[in-house]
Every structure is written in C-alpha cells, then in structure tokens.
C-alpha cells in the first residue's frame, strides 16, 4: 500500500526517517526540477542544483509545514525562495539582446522548433513575468495557488501574467497562424 | 480586437505537455546531503539496561537461589558483591548494544 504524503512526513518527523524523506524527494522532484529549469530559462545544471537545495530546506523545515496547503505548493513555494536567493546572489543577468535571441520565422510546423521558441521567448521575460506564466501554466495553478506560493497579492500575478502574455505575443507572432502539432 | 482568439492561441502554446524529468541519481544526491540523525536516542538503552536489572533483582528476591548462586553471592570486593554486579554491567552493555544498532 502506497504510504501518502502526510504519511511520510509525519514518519519524517517522528523518526528523522531518510527513507520516507527519500519516497517524497523520489515523487515530487520532477515536477520541482522542471518548475525551476523554466524559472532558470533552461538552465538544468543550476536548476537542479537549487532543486537540491530546496529539499535541502524542505527537509530542515518539514515540523513547520501544516498541511494546510498541499505539499506539493510548500515545496514550489520553497523552490521559488531558493531561487530568489540566487537571484539576488547572483551577478545581475545581462540584458535580453533580441537581435540575438531573434525568434526564427517558422519553418514548418514542427512542434519541437515551436518549444525551442517559446523557451527562447520565455527567456525575454523578466524573472517576475517568468514565474507567473511558469507556475500558471507549467505546474497547471490558478492565479490564487500561484500568488500564495510567489506571496504576491493576487493583482500582481494578473498583472505580470499580462505583461508577459503581451511580449510571448509579440515574440511568437510568426508561429500564431500556423496550426499546432 | 480579436483578443480572445490571441489569448486561446497562446494559452494552448505556453500549456505544453510537462515531460517527465527521470530521477537519474538526484533523489540520492539529495538523500547523501540531509543531515545525520540526532543521537538522542540515548535514553532508549538505558531504559532497557535499567528495566533488565530491576529484573534480575526481582528474579533474585523471589527464588530460592542455588548453591551455585549463594557462593557466588557471597564473593565480594570491599563488601560489593561481584557476581551481580558483573551480570548486571554485561547485560546493560548487551542491551545498550542491541537499542543502538537496532537504530
């Protein structure tokens, strides 16, 4: 019988259980490793090094976590924390050049070419924009789920939703009258 | 104009199928980093070392003791006796030894 999460964090917590830390890293590191290499603009290896860190912390901070939210949200919520950290420890970004990350006029109707443009795209946005459109349309949450893990109000996430809505428009004009693979 | 149409197209392109990442090794990376287990586990031993002598000290005051048993009683250093008093360390070391590798 499959143990549910609360289950193994409550295993976690009672007996500093690595196995149980380790069934809950094993269920939810894809979705927490994809999140953070779309809030990186692709970049895996650092990606996955903040991944690391944000179980890191999950586990270091696992008696504070209520369940009043799903588990799931905690760990986006400590993932976006990580990488804000990173952010600010970083060296700033240099600035989006468009002649060079110019999205390409569509060749053909190639799904693969068309993800390639998105991700290039999604790298003109700003880490705020990004993290909006990342957590409402890669890990599939509503404006409300997202604002409680970026603890944005609400009007913010709309907004930068918007903003990046409007530049991903612009970018990938060329693509918008060709049909979807 | 014509917005909502705009917003369908982009909305489907940005909703792209998430892909699943394999674990590939991560899960025991991050397993290798958390820190070691709190050794406060300490009072379990002796909780059982000590409920082991309270034992043999009952044992000893309700049966009759052997002949065995009566000399081996009566061998004492400096008025301590020392057949108890070595069981009772052996078997609080053994009952220490079993609590922590059972950890």
């Known amino acids: 019988m499959e143990l549910s999460d609360s289950d193994l964090i409550a295993r976690v917590l009672l007996r500093e259980d690595h196995h149980a830390f380790g069934e809950l890293v094993k269920r939810h590191q894809s ?6 290499r779309k809030l990186t603009g692709g970049n895996d290896t650092r990606a996955d090094e903040l991944a690391q860190d944000t179980f890191l ?6 008696g504070k976590f209520r369940g009043d939210a799903k588990f799931s949200t905690w760990l986006y919520r400590i993932a976006y924390n990580v990488f804000q950290s990173d952010v600010r420890a970083a060296k700033p970004s240099e600035p989006f050049d ?6 390409p006029q569509p060749p053909a109707t190639d799904a693969v070419d068309l993800q390639e443009d998105v ?10 924009e990004r993290a909006a459109i990342t957590l409402c349309y890669t890990t599939g949450m509503t404006h409300e789920e997202a604002a409680e893990v970026l603890q944005w109000p609400l009007g913010t996430v709309k907004t930068n ?18 049909p979807l693979a | 104009m014509n917005q909502q149409p ?30 070691a287990k709190r050794q ?56 220490i030894k079993a609590a922590t590798d059972e950890q």
């Open chain 1, 31 to 36: 979705n927490v490793r994809a999140l953070l």
């Open chain 1, 57 to 62: 912390r999950a586990y270091r901070s696992l």
């Open chain 1, 98 to 103: 468009e002649s060079v990350h110019a999205v």
């Open chain 1, 119 to 128: 991700a290039t795209a999604m790298r003109a946005l700003n880490d705020n």
């Open chain 1, 161 to 178: 939703i918007l903003t990046a809505k409007k530049k991903l428009r612009r970018y990938l004009a060329p693509w918008k009258d060709r």
């Open chain 2, 6 to 35: 705009d917003n369908d197209w982009l909305d489907n392109v940005l909703k792209d199928e998430p892909r699943y990442i394999d674990d590939d090794g991560f899960t025991a990376r991050v397993l290798a980093t958390l820190p």
């Open chain 2, 40 to 95: 406060r586990r300490w009072i379990r031993p002796v909780i059982i070392g000590l409920a082991s002598l309270a034992g043999i000290a009952i044992a000893f005051s309700v049966s009759p003791p052997a002949e065995l048993v009566k000399q081996s009683l009566a061998w004492t250093y400096y008025g301590i006796p020392l057949v108890p008093v070595a069981l009772g360390l052996a078997l609080l070391g053994v009952s």
